[in-house]
């Protein structure tokens, strides 16, 4: 074996630990599901569990020695240095965030605390870890930032499709707070040379999503016999991406993606929201269809617009498939499918996490 190969080896060997934040939320918790199911790299789990963790996700984890749990906030820098150090973490893979448009219209405070502050001491602790390395696990150390699409804005019906080198244009509080963290990664390489990669992700769906984002939300509400409640005029445009396909395009980004590259992830499935919920409806109807045999479009109803609500979003995944080869495994109807087979198997989740402090945030919500 070559010297080189040797010594890299035995370095991945006694480096090999990968710190995951906030991975009891909804992506979090898939991309932790799955890399245990396709690696056997240890994982440490940073989450304080706000009302979107979930200790439920990560169940079937329960005494699998290569998961470890910590309750703790990324904005406790003593705390994620001595994981880092302890657990002689080779990779950073972050996803703690408020990450709800509409709960940062009403108080952005958390956000501006976790999506900034707490990035901002995620990346100190990580470059004085980086700093302590040598040789080969030094230049192995990865810090994999997750973000969104919607740090670039909104798009008109014929606008290009954004591209890695789009402006940024945040219109939210929870957007703009994303965009100040991507700033201040890229700030990290630019300055101190952390190794660090960026992806700008489109909208998620799939298993676990907290019931306040669209999908399980109008899934939950079917069932429930609730309005399903449509923003303005439902036109807005979304590129809906399957969790498991953004999970398996993180583990391509962090084992072949460039330090200092931000990769766009997205799903090739621009749809207007009316359009996902009749799909989402139609699905129901034939699953598990209503008692009195009225389809679930019938409970659709128009609500106030959200305000500085983004008109479109869509990605230009080229990038990625280009440099990568990664490319989305699901089509919008085969991951819809399965995502309304996963829920209506999975009413005991549902339940477990709609608590008092979720009906409360619906009712004002929704009032
Ligand atoms: P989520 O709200 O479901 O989960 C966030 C997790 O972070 C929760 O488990 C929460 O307890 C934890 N958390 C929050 N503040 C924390 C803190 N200060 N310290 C430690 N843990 C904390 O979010 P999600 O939808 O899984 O999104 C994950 C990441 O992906 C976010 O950074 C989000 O901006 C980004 N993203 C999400 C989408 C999407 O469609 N959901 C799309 C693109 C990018
Ligand atoms: O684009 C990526 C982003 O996608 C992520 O960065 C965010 O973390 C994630 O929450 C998501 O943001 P959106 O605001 O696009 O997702 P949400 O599910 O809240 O809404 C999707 C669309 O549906 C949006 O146009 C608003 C609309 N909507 C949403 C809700 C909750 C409704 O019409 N009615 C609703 O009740």
């Given at each position: 074996?070559?010297?080189?190969?040797?010594?890299?080896?035995?370095?991945?060997?006694?480096?090999?630990?990968l710190?995951v934040?906030?991975?009891a939320?909804?992506?979090g918790?898939?991309f932790?599901l799955?890399w245990?199911?396709e690696?056997?790299?240890?994982?440490?789990?940073l989450?304080?569990l706000?009302?979107?963790?979930n200790l439920?996700n990560?169940?079937?984890?329960?005494?699998?020695?290569?998961?470890?749990?910590v309750r703790?906030n990324?904005?406790d820098?003593?705390?994620?240095s001595a994981?880092?150090?302890d657990?002689r973490?080779?990779a950073i893979?972050?996803?703690?965030?408020?990450?709800?448009v509409?709960?940062?219209?009403?108080?952005?405070?958390?956000?501006?605390q976790?999506n900034?502050v707490?990035?901002?001491?995620l990346?100190?602790?990580?470059?004085?870890?980086?700093?302590s390395?040598?040789?080969?696990?030094?230049?192995?150390f990865r810090?994999?930032?997750?973000?969104?699409?919607?740090?670039?804005g909104?798009?008109?019906?014929?606008d290009a499709?954004?591209?890695?080198?789009?402006?940024?244009q945040?219109?939210?509080?929870y957007?703009?707070?994303?965009?100040?963290?991507?700033?201040?990664?890229?700030?990290?390489?630019?300055?101190y040379?952390?190794?660090?990669?960026t992806?700008?992700c489109?909208?998620?769906?799939?298993?676990?999503?907290?019931p306040e984002k669209?999908?399980?939300?109008?899934?939950?509400?079917?069932?429930?016999g609730?309005?399903?409640?449509?923003?303005?005029?439902?036109?807005q445009?979304?590129?809906?991406?399957?969790?498991?396909?953004?999970?398996?395009?993180?583990r391509?980004?962090?084992a072949?993606?460039?330090?200092?590259e931000?990769?766009?992830?997205?799903?090739?499935?621009?749809?207007?929201?009316?359009?996902?919920?009749?799909t989402l409806?139609?699905?129901?109807d034939?699953?598990?269809?209503r008692?009195d045999?009225?389809?679930?479009s019938?409970q659709?109803?128009?609500v106030?617009?959200?305000p500085g609500h983004?008109?479109r979003?869509?990605?230009?995944?080229?990038?990625?498939?280009?440099?990568?080869?990664?490319?989305?495994?699901?089509?919008?109807?085969?991951?819809?499918?399965?995502?309304?087979?996963?829920y209506l198997?999975h009413?005991d989740?549902?339940?477990?996490?709609?608590?008092?402090?979720?009906?409360?945030?619906?009712?004002?919500?929704?009032q």
């Amino acid at each position: 074996m070559l010297p080189g190969l040797a010594l890299l080896l035995l370095a991945a060997r006694l480096l090999m630990t990968l710190l995951v934040t906030g991975g009891a939320g909804f992506i979090g918790s898939n991309f932790v599901l799955d890399w245990l199911r396709e690696s056997d790299e240890p994982v440490i789990n940073l989450d304080c569990l706000t009302y979107a963790g979930n200790l439920h996700n990560l169940a079937s984890l329960e005494g699998d020695p290569h998961h470890t749990f910590v309750r703790g906030n990324i904005l406790d820098g003593d705390l994620v240095s001595a994981l880092l150090r302890d657990h002689r973490v080779r990779a950073i893979v972050h996803f703690a965030a408020e990450s709800h448009v509409d709960r940062s219209i009403h108080g952005p405070d958390d956000f501006i605390q976790t999506n900034i502050v707490g990035s901002f001491r995620l990346l100190e602790a990580a470059r004085a870890h980086w700093m302590s390395l040598d040789g080969e696990a030094k230049a192995a150390f990865r810090f994999l930032h997750v973000s969104t699409d919607e740090v670039y804005g909104s798009l008109g019906a014929h606008d290009a499709a954004f591209t890695e080198t789009h402006p940024y244009q945040p219109n939210s509080p929870y957007s703009a707070s994303k965009a100040a963290s991507d700033h201040l990664v890229r700030a990290y390489h630019h300055t101190y040379g952390l190794p660090v990669l960026t992806s700008n992700c489109s909208n998620n769906y799939g298993p676990y999503q907290f019931p306040e984002k669209l999908i399980p939300l109008v899934i939950h509400h079917a069932l429930a016999g609730k309005p399903l409640p449509i923003y303005g005029d439902g036109q807005q445009v979304r590129d809906w991406l399957h969790v498991r396909d953004h999970a398996s395009a993180l583990r391509r980004i962090l084992a072949q993606g460039t330090p200092g590259e931000t990769y766009n992830v997205g799903g090739w499935n621009e749809r207007p929201n009316l359009e996902v919920v009749h799909t989402l409806c139609r699905l129901l109807d034939e699953a598990s269809p209503r008692p009195d045999g009225k389809p679930y479009s019938s409970q659709i109803e128009f609500v106030r617009d959200r305000p500085g609500h983004d008109r479109r979003y869509a990605i230009d995944a080229r990038k990625i498939e280009r440099e990568l080869g990664w490319r989305p495994d699901e089509t919008f109807e085969s991951g819809m499918a399965n995502t309304v087979a996963w829920y209506l198997a999975h009413q005991d989740w549902v339940r477990a996490v709609t608590d008092g402090s979720y009906r409360d945030w619906i009712s004002r919500q929704y009032q």
